[in-house]
């Protein structure tokens, strides 16, 4: 039987979600989780490759198991075995075909940026900051080029193994709640640092680094060195994972 | 001359304010960096004794120097020597009279509980958690009893070297925004743990252990037995200091 766990992290004491030898992962550790709780080796596939220091509140990881243990009750049992930043809130039995990548219909992302004198403290490992005032209209202005399917070529990182870079961005928006802007994008799939690139290319408009209007021309480039720079990851949380043949 | 420093910090990371030998405090790192900035040993006195895990948005901290930095350039110039989890944000010359404790007028506490069935990782170092469903009807009842000038003994951890065990609550409130509970309290000045066991106790007034009308009778009592459970530290924040003397 096929079992997708939705699971929520915080990423600040990780090196990513992805195993890696020699370094602690969220992956790691919740595959330690369920081997214990099903007392057997258990390996799972996640969703989405997050990176060090970024938070999750709905990774996907797909496992398999002859165990039956009833789905409502799985988050309790495997979150008896998992540290204190890592939880699991759903599981679901899903289908033989189901794939935690191409199942996927959609991801949301959410960057947070403080934009204050001083630094908050309590925000630190979830923000980014600045204390240049930044202009939230003109940051509102210039999300709408992004919208559409694009080449998102200059907004990749390089040394992505990506075999495109066309991506489609259904939903990019902006809140700002008392010093807090929130940028939020729901898409196809991401690049890699993409979301963080779009986030600083937003806050070089904000800063009046970049018009809002240049950004069809810098997508048009394909030129990384067009688009602001990457943020640092800790500003980043993975909302949502929206899947194929999931009721949500 | 007088120097008021305004400082925020997240506790996660700390022994509480106090400087204690061993163990690494609040004080000690802002101690460290005042010395580094003004190249002499330096000396704080808090307005708060903060507890480990204990977040704080306005501690005090005054001390006294000859050299002339100008007072908005100080904080500015601390932050350069001190760590992420700790930021000035102010600072006021004050009278030569002006006490970190006597001189203040009032204190604004808040403590947060995440009501969910389960626990947000992303909040675990900021909030206390649980999975019963609270009642904030209830919650919201209760608070008028614990506002005026009580006897607060009922609501003080044994230990406590206070004086006195009367303190004047001057508002009492709850707001509840998404899943996280908010209570803030604003009083003359706060007994031993007094926050957190007024948290536990309208905790248990949510899950109907306590009715709102007993609040009287547990105040009365002076029993600490009758009071609720004091919560975890790390859902507790002190949000401001006001002082006499100093318009902020």
Redesign the interface.
Known sequence: MNILLIV???GTNYYGWQRQSGFVTVQQRLEEALSALYKKEITVRGSSRTDTGV?C?GQGALYKTEQNIPAERL?YAV?AFLP??????KAYIVDDDFHPQYSVIDKTYEYKIQNA??????L?N?TAFTHYKLDIEKMRRACKYFIGEHDFKAFCASGSDAKTTVRTIYDLSIEKVNDIISIRVRGSGFLYNMVRIIAGTLLYVGLGKIMPQEITDIINSRDRARAGKTLVPNGL?LLEVNYEKIDR
């Open positions: 929520a992290y915080d938070h509140m988050p979150n204190d930043d890592i939880v699991v809130n004198d001083f630094r908050n403290p309590l630190y979830y949380t």
